[in-house]
């Protein structure tokens, strides 16, 4: 009975980081944002406004209140917490301020290295789908309304390029882009969706993760390497 159990608790486990978050985007005039995962929605833009009643409100407010006299009693001591932290991680990490153009740029070129394979990867598991852009050009004037035509299909070209390069695009759904010389000003009406699985996401965050240990510590070591070598010369 127990390895009943806990196989139906690994399968659980297996189903929930197998599930996708899924972010969904309109624009047509207005923003409107929805991200969800499996059934449950986390973010939605707008929001509906519902009515509350005085006495919550004001329940509300006394907690709100209460939660910022905590607040200003504890920041003269968290204050001292941080300080304290900034300084062991100036310590232990890699201090910016104190680095020379050299050093910067050798690090720029650590990262690349370092963080360049996994953050692709990450990348490219994000999923752009049902996408649909309708951009209708107007304008008073007939030649600023061409050159504006001519201006946005460079951009979404642009725009759909990088996208295709960097994550994982499918076929559009639509795609319209034409003018309207009768109409003083331009439309438009942008839609997508964006996919990633959760177990996706974990993956790449700790292969990031382990791309930026691996960075610190071969900075740590050249920087050393460099220290020990001024000192010999000086020496």
């Not at 300084?87 to 680095?99: A, N, P, R, T, V």
């Not at 009406?189 to 996401?201: C, N």
């Not at 740590?220 to 001024?230: G, I, L, M, P, T």
Request: hydrophobic share 45%; charged share 30%; proline share 1%.
């Amino acid at each position: 009975m127990g390895w009943i159990i806990a196989a139906a608790i690994v399968l659980f486990f297996v189903l929930l980081l197998a599930g996708r978050v899924a972010v969904y985007f309109e624009y047509n005039g207005t923003i409107a944002l929805k991200i969800k995962y499996l059934c449950f929605t986390i973010i939605k833009i707008p929001k509906k406004r519902k009515t509350k009643k005085k006495a919550k409100r004001k329940r509300k407010d006394d907690k709100k209140s209460k939660a910022e006299n905590v607040r200003s009693a504890e920041s003269g001591k968290s204050s001292e917490k941080l300080d304290k932290i900034k300084e062991s991680q100036k310590k232990k990490g890699i201090d910016l301020k104190s680095l020379t153009f050299d050093d910067k740029i050798e690090l720029l070129k650590l990262a690349l290295s370092g963080v360049g394979k996994p953050l692709k990867k990450l990348l490219k598991r994000i999923e752009f789908s049902h996408m649909s852009v309708e951009v209708i050009c107007g304008g008073d004037d007939a030649a600023k309304t061409a050159i504006k035509f001519g201006a946005v299909n460079i951009v979404v070209g642009n725009v759909l390029g990088l996208l295709d390069s960097f994550f994982t695009l499918k076929p559009l759904d639509d795609m319209n882009i034409g003018v309207d010389f009768q109409s003083d000003e331009t439309l438009a009406d942008v839609y997508f969706e964006v996919r990633l699985s959760l177990f996706a996401g974990f993956a790449g965050a700790f292969g990031l993760l382990g791309a930026f240990l691996k960075l610190n510590k071969a900075y740590k070591e050249k920087h050393s390497k460099a220290k020990a070598s001024q000192k010999q010369k000086v020496n």
